[in-house]
Each structure stands twice: as structure tokens, then as C-alpha cells.
């Protein structure tokens, strides 16, 4: 049976409070909580990469971090708040959390920018999620 995480998945762009107020709306609705997700996505193999790449890695880790934790001030006492930031894939790690939280709802932007096909994150995270995907405009 479904636990009721909300897991959010986040690019950190300007569109992320659309997304978030989407996903608090569900949380609330399903008396459940908000997983805030942001995936850095590596630059190359992070087992094979030199110290400067690492440092990198773990600059933008610390970053997300900040920017993640910055969203539990004036976050609403009614809904529990938590965040992870990873470095990988952004579709392997939303869908290891989607499975290890057994959530309820995923929670992204809409992948569907620009004039070209429909590609990328969103349709593998579509195709490879166990539980409903909600997309934001």
C-alpha cells in the first residue's frame, strides 16, 4: 500500500513554487507529505572523477541544499516538509525514491517546452514510474 509521500521533483528554476504549491495542494488533500527532490546531474562518472570535478559536484550538492532548506521558512505546519539532493541521473534517482517511499504521487514541471517533440525526463519518468506522475505547466 501507497505511503502518502508527495515526492516533488525539482530543477531548481524559477517555476519550482508553481510546482511546490502543487504538491503541498495534494499533500494536504491526502493528509500526507512533501518530499522535496533535486537530483545534480553529474558531469561524468563521479567514481572516476578528478578532485576539481568533485569539488564541483559537492559545490552544487551544497547549493541545492541551501535553496531546498530555504523553503521551510513560512513552510505551513500542517504538511511535513522533507528534502534530499543527490548527485545522479534525475530519472534514476525519482523513481528509486518513488519505490523506496512507496509515494503516493510524483510531482514535476512540465517537460513539454518548446516547439520540437515531447522529450526527455518527463516521458522516461512517465514510462518508468511506479505511481501516478503529475505534471505542472
Same mark, same amino acid.
Do not use: Y
Given at each position: ?6 515526492? !516533488? ?38 567514481? =572516476? ?36 539532493? =543527490?548527485?545522479?541521473?534525475? !530519472? =534514476? ?6 519505490? =523506496? ?37
Amino acid at each position: 500500500m501507497p505511503t502518502n509521500a508527495i515526492i !516533488v521533483g525539482t530543477d531548481l528554476s524559477p517555476h519550482t513554487s508553481n510546482i511546490v504549491d502543487e504538491g503541498l495542494k495534494l499533500a494536504r488533500a491526502l493528509h500526507g507529505h512533501l518530499v522535496l527532490v533535486h537530483a545534480v546531474e553529474p558531469i561524468e562518472d563521479p567514481a =572516476e572523477a578528478d578532485r576539481d570535478t568533485q569539488a564541483f559536484h559537492d559545490q552544487l550538492i551544497n547549493q541545492a541544499e541551501e535553496t531546498l532548506n530555504a523553503q521551510r521558512q513560512g513552510w505551513p505546519a500542517d504538511v511535513e516538509l522533507l528534502t534530499n539532493v =543527490e548527485l545522479g541521473s534525475r !530519472v =534514476e534517482v525519482l523513481v528509486r525514491l518513488v519505490r =523506496e517511499r512507496e509515494a503516493r504521487m510524483l510531482v514535476m514541471g512540465s517537460p513539454f517546452r518548446g516547439s520540437g517533440p515531447p522529450v526527455g525526463i518527463g516521458l522516461q519518468l512517465m514510462a518508468q514510474c511506479p505511481c501516478p506522475v503529475v505534471i505542472v505547466p
